[in-house]
C-alpha cells in the first residue's frame, strides 16, 4: 500500500523520493519535516542532520529498481523501498 510524505512527518523518518528518469534511478533526499535536503543531509529547518534510510518510490519502475537494490547490495542492507502515493 503507497505511503505519503504526511506518513514519515507522523512517524518522524527521513527518506529519499526515487523516480526513474532517462533510464536510471533519480534519488532526492528530504528530512521528516519534508524540507528538501542537499549532499550533506543536513535540515537547516530542523537543524540536524539527517539519516535517510526509507526510499519512496513515485512510480512502480522506480519501485522494483530500488528493491533489487536494497536486496541485492550490503550498503543498503538497512533501507527500505516502498510506494509513494496521496500527496505525490
Same mark, same amino acid.
Given at each position: 500500500? $503507497? =505511503?505519503?510524505?504526511?506518513?514519515?512527518?507522523?512517524?518522524?523518518? /527521513?527518506?529519499? =523520493?526515487?523516480?526513474?528518469?532517462?533510464? !536510471?534511478? =533519480?534519488?532526492?533526499?528530504?528530512? !521528516?519535516?519534508?524540507?528538501?535536503?542537499?549532499? /550533506?543531509?543536513? &535540515?537547516?529547518? &530542523?537543524?540536524?542532520? &539527517? !539519516?535517510?534510510?526509507?526510499?519512496?518510490?513515485?512510480?512502480? !519502475?522506480?519501485?522494483?529498481?530500488?528493491?533489487?537494490? =536494497?536486496?541485492?547490495? $550490503?550498503?543498503?542492507?538497512?533501507?527500505?523501498? &516502498?510506494?509513494?502515493?496521496?500527496?505525490?
Amino acid at each position: 500500500m $503507497p =505511503v505519503t510524505r504526511e506518513t514519515f512527518k507522523i512517524q518522524g523518518k /527521513d527518506y529519499v =523520493v526515487a523516480r526513474w528518469e532517462d533510464e !536510471q534511478l =533519480v534519488m532526492e533526499p528530504f528530512c !521528516q519535516c519534508g524540507n528538501a535536503l542537499n549532499e /550533506d543531509y543536513f &535540515c537547516e529547518r &530542523c537543524t540536524r542532520e &539527517c !539519516q535517510c534510510t526509507i526510499i519512496a518510490c513515485s512510480d512502480p !519502475q522506480a519501485l522494483s529498481v530500488a528493491e533489487k537494490m =536494497v536486496q541485492g547490495h $550490503p550498503h543498503f542492507k538497512n533501507y527500505r523501498a &516502498c510506494l509513494l502515493g496521496g500527496d505525490e
